[in-house]
C-alpha cells in the first residue's frame, strides 16, 4: 500500500467485499496488514496466553508473546497469576530467556535488577550510590497486561480499557464447555507443548479451525480410507456451524449418526462430561463426533476421534492450539494435547498418542493441513494472486436452525462460510478500529 489511506480504503473495501461473500487473498500475506493487525487487533483483543495446569505451583511461569510483545506469564506465591511483560524497565532487555520454568524472583542479565515473580521492582544495585535516593522501585515494576481466565483458560489483554473476558467470549463459553469439562477437575495440558514456526499466516490456520468440515474428505483422505478417522466423506458434511455474531467466534459441529454417544472417551469420562455440563449441552454434544472451533482471534481447539489401530473404534482427543502471529506470512505455532484431569492414566496416555499421531508438529493430519496452508500463504503473497478474492459464499442464504438449544447463529449443514463470514467480519471492525 502506498500510504495509510490506500490501506484505511482496501480494509474499507475488504469489508464491503465480505457482505458479499468475497475476502481477499492479500489479507493473508502482506507486510502492512500484519502491522495494522498489530496496533488495532492483538493490541485489543482477548488473547489466550496459557493453561492453568501448565502452571500449578507457585512460582512456575511460562514465557508468551501477544502480538510483537514478549509476556512472561507466572503464579506468584499466594497464587495469583500474573502476566507482565517480559522486558526489565531500565534498558529494555528481555528479563527471562527460558520457554518456561519456576522461579521466586527474575535478575535481569544486563545491570542485575531484580523483581518478583508477581513484577514488583526489589532489587537495584548500587542504589544508594548511584540513584541518591532519586529511584522509587514502586515506580518501575514489570509493565502489568490485564489477565483473565475461563475454565482454566487464561487470557491477557494488552488494552486497559474495553470489554470483560467474559462479555469478549459472548456466550461462546457454551461451545468451549465441550473441550474443557470433563469432569468436575476440568481437563489439564499432557506435557509441554509442540512450539515450531511454519510460512503460514495465522488466519489461515485460525479459519481452517473455525469449522472447515470442507477440506476433510479431500486433505486428510487418507484417513477415512485406512481406517484411521471414522468418518467418510459422506457423512462428514453432516451437523451445524456455530458462530457469535459480532464476537467472530466459531465452531464446527460435525454430526456422528450412528456414531455412540461420547464414544471414544472412557465410561468414567462420560460420566463425569454429564455432571459438569449443563443438559442442554449433553443433548447437543453427545451427537457430536468431530468439533473444531476458534476463540476470535488465534485461539482454537479440535475433539476427535483417531484410530491407533486401523478399524478400530477411535480413542477421543482434545487438542489446543494457539497461532501465533510471527511476520507477514509466517507463524509461531503452539499445540496442546488436553486430558480430563480426573481421567485413568491409560486413557490420557493413549489420548495423547492419539493426538500425537495426528497432530503436532509430526502429526499425519498435521502435516496434510500445514502443506496446503504454506502454499496458501506463498500464493496470498505473490503477484497478481493479491489483487484477487476469494470466495465466502457457502451458505450465504442458510437460516438458523430452529429451537438450538446452543446460543448464537447457528445453521446447517457442517460445510459452511458462515462461521468465516463472521470471523472475518470482525477481523474487519479491529482493522477499522472499530471493535
Ligand atoms: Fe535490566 Fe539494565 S537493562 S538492569
Ligand atoms: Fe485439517
Redesign the pocket.
Known sequence: FNDATGLADWVSRTRAGLTEGRFPARAFNDVDVHALEQERLFAKAWCFLAHESEIPSPGDYVTRKIGNNNLIVARDEHGVIHANLNM??????V?CKSEMGNASHFR??????TYKNSGELVG??YMKEGYEGRLKRKDWGLVAVRVDTYEGLVFGCLDPEGPSLAEYLGGFQFYLDLYLKHGLGGVEVHGPPDHWVADTDWKICAENFAGDGYHTPVAHQWGFHLGYFPSSGTTHSQGWAASIPGKGHGIGLGHGPGYPAFSGFPDQVVAGMKEAMSPEQVAVFSQIRTAVGTVFPNLSFLMQPFSLVPGDPGVRFVTMRLYHPAGPGRMEMYSWCLVPKDAPEDYKAEAYRAYTLAFGQAGTFEQDDFENWTKVTASAGSGLVRDLDFPYIMGMESEPVPEFPGPGHVVRPYVNDTNFRNMWSRWGDYLAGEA
Not at 535481569?108 to 535488577?113: A, R, V
Open positions: 526489565c524497565r531500565h534498558r529494555g532487555n528479563m535481569c542479565s544486563y545491570h542485575g535488577w537495584v544495585p
